[in-house]
């Protein structure tokens, strides 16, 4: 079972992604933000990639979260805040989710035979799905306004961690070598490196220290998103 | 000061270069060649991108090494062969190299301010060199076949270590933030993860184990080489 990374969206290429289990990563926080909608109750997550797409979907059981460089949306309910989201009663509400890198990047995975999002408040499990499925894995990093993203290596790094406890023949890429070394350096640390992270200072001048300290959250669930038919679900009992 | 990395050289873009002091590493195999040639005695080194332009270098004091998919070229004296170059007399000499991605590297460096090449032969003179020039630092790793190599990153965070141990104010991008972690962690077992690298099977395969083992040494010399007009030297007395 082979297992790389992709560093950026933009490098993410269709040769690495056919046929392959994909992990689609943006800790700070698309991918932190669905998993935690789904905490609140979420039944089913819509990733658009315009706020004019978003609009469409608008119903009284649809609602609209989603930022443009770090801020809400103008009209949308909720900015891609997951400490927000965690407070809201979204029990079998939908939500559509419209954001910079993130959206992008899930839309990206879509031409994978199978595709989960992952953050660290649910990588463990996701680890233990990408081992039943026994197809070689891609972990997708969104990244940040085209540049490699600190909190999603280390993110990559976490899974890859927990899958080589669970299976130790895995033949690991020389980026995957790179990141488990990475998060096992930082482990003890990691919310001090989120917040040291260029996305995390960025964020920490916003005012939005919560959701980092919420994003470096460890296994808080055992949720594991999948994307089916330009929709994300969880499947009842996860 | 400023401290940034190029994964590969495909992302290597002017921005990130210009007015920057640029190292360039390609351990497996151009940069420790090229270091090794100047223990050799090599007084000079021209990269070049083609045969063609090796060739026509050719004379009395002018020998020609390099490979094309890890083996040496016809007609070249010596492959890209740091052990190989090792054991040669090269008191004086002028040595033409052309490889697949170190000298594509090294000539994309020629963008910056000043242009060094790197490896763990010779990486804590390099970290104190880009200490004394102040200029902000890219370190540019060359990946092998379009791809990021684990030994150039490694390469990469064992001199960002050494850089930070002399100046702890240094302001570190996410990547060199990871590759700093992957290095310490796997630091006391290099030659065994260069030996589990993309690079490193391939060169195995080929019987090259000598070169991954001689390329695996840390601080064999002091010697910088440093790129100026086209041309590698080393300063006397260094």
Redesign the interface.
Known sequence: MKVDVI?TVNEARVEKLTGRSVVVIDVLRCSSTIVTAFIAGCREIIPVETCGQAYSFRDEQTLLAGERFCKKVQGFDFSNSPTEIKDQQLGGKRLVISTTNGTRAIQKSAKSERSFIGSFLNGSSVARELLKYRKDVTLLCAGSRD????ED??CAGFILSKMLELNPALEL???A???I??Y???ESRLLE?LL???TGKRLLQLGLADDIHWCAKIDVTVFVPVLKDERIFVHPGT
Chains 1, 2 share one sequence.
């Open positions: 560093p540049e490699f993203a600190l290596g280390l890429s020389d980026q070598f790179i990141l070394a990475a096992q350096h930082y490196l040291q992270s260029t």
